[in-house]
């Protein structure tokens, strides 16, 4: 197996080679992002009869399955337009951004989860970034207002998921996940449009209580804590959607790399930059992250090497290696972040995981993993796979435009 991922690197160093050379990152983006922009409108003009929904993955038939603005990825395809207007700036692909975001509104008033984050910053948040559409401000605002009601005071904590009936059959009080993390931006960009400084205080605590007791001694994470409701403390750390509790379930490992390294940039507490590059090098020195830097569903599956990769993983750590890579302090480590960001993108855009036009639905990218103890959504496309490989690569485009 190991002659096996050597010969897919080989593979995605010389796609688009001349000479020998490995294909310029520059190219390798236009490359992805032509792809991208063809499968992307397809995909949009598959849900043009249907006003309210969203696409989401493909069946076992490579049928399209799609969800409603509630589902907790039904932003990532408004942002995924959005990245594609701010690389083309075509003016066809931005009415398509304002009408699959305008679909997720209503969900600024949703109080029963914590995705609220994810679906509005994604798509209401890079609007606004974009345009400065004045309309996209209080839905936004709203938003956070929304998410700031799952705040749980005596942990310091905002609370993943409502506690159903198999929740608490297996003991959850206020469960927390990882993947949290990634909604706090909404919280810190609430604060700097209103001026109202809870919104950050609530995103801070979140951040410190993620960081004392979500993390093991080898900085790798648990999915989930659950907190005592009476006495404010952790008294579950357990996986939903990783091998087992103990386990390094990899777009967990992702969330976390990627939340710390935003929430250094939203605050500047070098604590959290530490925390980030201490994930990081966890990652990076996993003898089980495969040469091509595409990981198995999780770092401790046991079929490994024949697990099922995840591509969502790689494209949201290849996103927070290149903002690592740039907040990093230590010329060394940032070369380091900068290097893994530049192999995840060269492996994501080669034909292994890029699809070809016309096919895997309309996605961009083949082969991530929902949630596989549950077998929900194994070996497919994903949306948010798709908004941050774009997202990865605008922020290398930016960061290093002369590679």
Same mark, same amino acid.
């Given at each position: 197996m190991k002659r096996k991922n050597t010969l897919i690197l080989l593979s995605i160093l010389a796609? +688009?080679?001349? /000479?020998?050379?490995?294909?310029?990152? /520059?190219?390798?983006?236009?490359?992805? *992002? /032509? %792809?991208?922009?063809?499968?992307t409108v397809f995909l949009a003009s598959e849900l043009k009869t249907d006003p309210l929904a969203l696409p989401r993955t493909i069946d076992a038939q490579g049928r399209l399955v799609t969800s409603d603005s509630h589902w907790w990825t039904s932003g990532f395809f408004p942002g995924t337009l959005w990245y594609l207007f701010e690389y083309t700036h075509d003016r066809q692909i931005l009415e398509l951004a304002r009408d699959f975001t305008a679909r997720v509104e209503r969900e600024q008033y949703t109080t029963d989860n914590h995705d609220i984050g994810f679906i509005l910053n994604c798509s209401f948040g890079n609007g606004y970034r974009l345009t400065g559409d004045e309309q996209y401000r209080p839905v936004l605002l709203q938003g956070a207002s929304s998410l700031a009601t799952r705040f749980r005071p005596l942990?310091?904590?905002?609370?993943?998921?409502?506690?159903?009936? @198999?929740?608490?059959?297996?003991?959850?009080?206020?469960?927390?996940?990882?993947d949290n993390?990634?909604?706090l931006e909404l919280l810190t960009r609430a604060s700097e449009l209103s001026g109202d400084p809870r919104f950050r205080e609530m995103a801070v605590a979140h951040a410190e209580t993620t960081l004392k007791n979500h993390f093991r001694k080898d900085h790798s994470s648990?999915?989930?804590?659950?907190?005592?409701?009476?006495?404010?403390?952790?008294? $579950?750390?357990?996986?939903?959607?990783?091998?087992?509790?103990? /386990?390094? @379930?990899? %777009?967990?490992?992702?969330?976390?790399?990627? +939340? *710390?390294?935003?929430?250094?940039?939203?605050? +500047?507490?070098? %604590?959290? $930059?530490q925390q980030a590059e201490l994930i990081a090098d966890f990652l990076l020195r996993h003898p089980r992250l495969p040469e091509d830097?595409?990981?198995?569903?999780? *770092?401790?599956?046991?079929?490994?090497?024949d697990a099922p990769r995840d591509a969502s993983a790689a494209a949201v750590m290849a996103s927070a290696f290149v903002e690592l890579s740039q907040a990093s302090q230590d010329p060394e480590a940032a070369r380091k972040y900068r290097e893994a960001a530049q192999m995840q993108i060269r492996s994501l855009a080669a034909d292994t995981y890029l699809a070809a036009p016309g096919t895997n639905g309309g996605f961009i990218l083949k082969h991530s993993v929902g949630s596989l103890p549950d077998n929900s959504e194994v070996d497919v496309p994903l949306t948010y796979a798709d908004?941050?490989?774009?997202?990865?690569?605008?922020?290398?485009k930016a960061a290093y435009p002369e590679d």
């Open positions: 796609s +688009g080679c001349s /000479s020998g050379h490995p294909e310029p990152m /520059s190219q390798v983006i236009d490359r992805a *992002f /032509s %792809r991208a922009c063809e499968q942990s310091g904590v905002i609370q993943s998921w409502d506690i159903a009936p @198999w929740s608490t059959r297996l003991g959850w009080q206020c469960p927390v996940i990882i993390m990634m909604n648990y999915h989930v804590v659950s907190y005592d409701t009476l006495s404010g403390r952790p008294h $579950l750390h357990i996986t939903k959607q990783g091998y087992s509790d103990s /386990s390094a @379930w990899a %777009r967990g490992q992702a969330w976390a790399l990627y +939340g *710390f390294s935003m929430m250094y940039r939203e605050t +500047g507490e070098k %604590r959290y $930059l830097m595409v990981p198995y569903w999780d *770092f401790d599956a046991p079929d490994i090497p908004y941050y490989f774009l997202e990865a690569m605008l922020r290398y």
